[in-house]
């Protein structure tokens, strides 16, 4: 299903900058259109602060994926944090622990296509997106 | 650190963001305006965004401080340049940014300013002796 991956730490602002050069690249490779491209550098932007600041830094690996019918790019944000308790309250427009705008989580859901979030206290965080070429 | 440059002209602070901003550099970006906005005495703020391929929700926050800290400061701010990929996503992330003026380029900002006088950035005419104002009734 993939073809092509890369994979970059997440432990300084500096790395969240590489993250959303790193999806840049790949949107652009798998041809998203100009909005989607935007979409999904602004969704990774979002999720990469996020493994940075909740949960204390990570990796991301962005992968070039195709199916039967189209292309994507799919991005998975994994830390070893301290995981979310709540996380229906996670994803609720407004709701933040971080003093933020609490739009990170829910926003970028909105922004993809498929959105998955692997989570347990004490056990880290694990968020998988996919952005698909219409 | 990278630093954004704060210039000023005339009655007006002008800044545009042409890197991918780290989160610390738009902090720094803040104090570095407000403080301007104290040393020079300006009453306007315009931030051209035309070169940032996307905005984000920390970014989106730091634009509406910088706005609020301004108007507490007795300066106005125009966000200029959005690109429209950039405010589709924003909207869909959620962020409308309320209490934020935009326009869509620097000098549509800088007349959006214009209610406050900056006749001296203009020096095209010669805006010493404004036209008198005649009235005529038909």
């Given at each position: 299903?993939?073809?092509?991956?890369?994979?970059?730490?997440?432990?300084?602002?500096?790395?969240?900058?590489?993250?959303?050069?790193?999806?840049?690249?790949?949107?652009?490779?798998?041809?998203?259109?100009?909005?989607?491209?935007?979409?999904?550098?602004?969704?990774?932007?979002?999720?990469?602060?996020?493994?940075?600041?909740?949960?204390?830094?990570?990796?991301?690996?962005?992968?070039?994926?195709?199916?039967?019918?189209?292309?994507?790019?799919?991005?998975?944000?994994?830390?070893?944090?301290?995981?979310?308790?709540?996380l229906e309250l996670a994803l609720t427009d407004g709701y933040t622990t971080g003093g933020g705008m609490g739009l990170g989580l829910s926003g970028a859901r909105r922004l993809v296509d498929e959105f998955d979030i692997d989570?347990?206290?004490?056990?880290?965080?694990?968020?998988?997106?996919?952005?698909?070429?219409? | 650190?990278?630093?954004?440059?704060?210039?000023?002209?005339?009655?007006?602070?002008?800044?545009?963001?042409?890197?991918?901003?780290?989160?610390?550099?738009?902090?720094?970006?803040?104090?570095?305006?407000?403080?301007?906005?104290?040393?020079?005495?300006?009453?306007?703020?315009?931030?051209?965004?035309?070169?940032?391929?996307?905005?984000?929700?920390?970014?989106?926050?730091?634009?509406?401080?910088?706005?609020?800290?301004?108007?507490?400061?007795?300066?106005?701010?125009?966000?200029?340049?959005?690109?429209?990929?950039?405010?589709?996503?924003?909207?869909?992330?959620?962020?409308?940014?309320?209490?934020?003026?935009?326009?869509?380029?620097?000098?549509?900002?800088?007349?959006?300013?214009?209610?406050?006088?900056?006749?001296?950035?203009?020096?095209?005419?010669?805006?010493?002796?404004?036209?008198?104002?005649?009235?005529?009734?038909?």
């Open positions: 299903m993939s073809d092509e991956s890369q994979r970059i730490p997440v432990d300084s602002d500096r790395d969240v900058v590489r993250v959303r050069q790193l999806v840049r690249t790949f949107a652009v490779t798998v041809k998203l259109s100009l909005v989607d491209q935007t979409k999904i550098v602004t969704a990774a932007s979002e999720l990469a602060r996020n493994t940075l600041v909740y949960g204390g830094g990570g990796e991301v690996e962005v992968t070039r994926v195709q199916n039967d019918r189209r292309a994507g790019i799919r991005i998975v944000f994994a830390d070893q944090g301290p995981g979310i308790a709540d989570t347990e206290p004490g056990k880290g965080t694990t968020i998988t997106i996919v952005k698909w070429c219409r | 650190m990278e630093r954004v440059p704060v210039l000023k002209i005339g009655d007006i602070l002008l800044v545009s963001i042409q890197i991918d901003m780290e989160d610390q550099v738009a902090l720094q970006l803040q104090d570095d305006l407000a403080e301007k906005i104290v040393t020079t005495g300006t009453h306007g703020v315009i931030i051209d965004i035309s070169a940032l391929d996307i905005v984000d929700s920390f970014v989106g926050r730091t634009l509406a401080n910088i706005a609020s800290v301004s108007r507490v400061l007795d300066a106005e701010t125009v966000v200029v340049g959005m690109r429209p990929a950039v405010a589709i996503t924003l909207v869909e992330l959620g962020l409308s940014l309320p209490g934020i003026r935009t326009a869509l380029n620097v000098e549509l900002g800088i007349a959006m300013l214009g209610t406050r006088d900056h006749s001296d950035l203009f020096d095209d005419e010669d805006e010493d002796e404004p036209d008198p104002v005649v009235v005529t009734t038909p």
